[in-house]
C-alpha cells in the first residue's frame, strides 16, 4: 500500500504562483502514472496534469502553459509548480498513483485558494 501526503497549499492573490508537493510512502517506479487533480464543491474531480509513466504528460487545457509537473524519483515526490494562478484554479489538490498491481492511491489533499 501507498501512502501519498500532499503540502504546499495555501492562500494565494491572482497571479501568485504555489508549488505543492506530494510524498510517498515508498518508492514510486518511474513508469507508474502518476498526478495531480483537483476538485471544486459539486464538481468532479478533475484532471489537472499528469506524467502518464511512458514519457508523456496529460495536461488540462485550463492549466496550460501555467502549471508544471515535475518528479523526483530519488526522493519518492511529485511537485506541481503553479504560475499565474487564476481565482477559478480554487480547489482542493490531489496526488494520484497508478499502481499495476495494487490499484490507484489518492492523497487527502490540499486545500489551494486564489482570491483576486
Known amino acids: 500500500q501507498v501512502q501519498l501526503l500532499e503540502s504546499g497549499g495555501g492562500l494565494v492573490q491572482a497571479g501568485g504562483s504555489l508549488r505543492l508537493s506530494c510524498a510517498a510512502s515508498?518508492?514510486?517506479?518511474?513508469?507508474?502514472?502518476m498526478g495531480w487533480y483537483r476538485q471544486t464543491p459539486g464538481k468532479q474531480r478533475e484532471l489537472v496534469v499528469e506524467?502518464?509513466?511512458?514519457?508523456?504528460?496529460n495536461t488540462a487545457d485550463s492549466v496550460k502553459g501555467r502549471f508544471t509537473v515535475s518528479r523526483d524519483n530519488a526522493k519518492n515526490s511529485l511537485y506541481l509548480q503553479m504560475n499565474s494562478l487564476k481565482p477559478e484554479d480554487t480547489a482542493i489538490y490531489y496526488c494520484?498513483?497508478?499502481?499495476?498491481?495494487?490499484?490507484?492511491?489518492w492523497g487527502q489533499g490540499t486545500r489551494v485558494t486564489v482570491f483576486s
Open positions: 494520484r498513483v497508478v499502481t499495476p498491481f495494487s490499484g490507484v492511491y
Open positions: 515508498k518508492s514510486i517506479f518511474s513508469s507508474n502514472p
Open positions: 506524467e502518464t509513466g511512458s514519457g508523456g504528460t
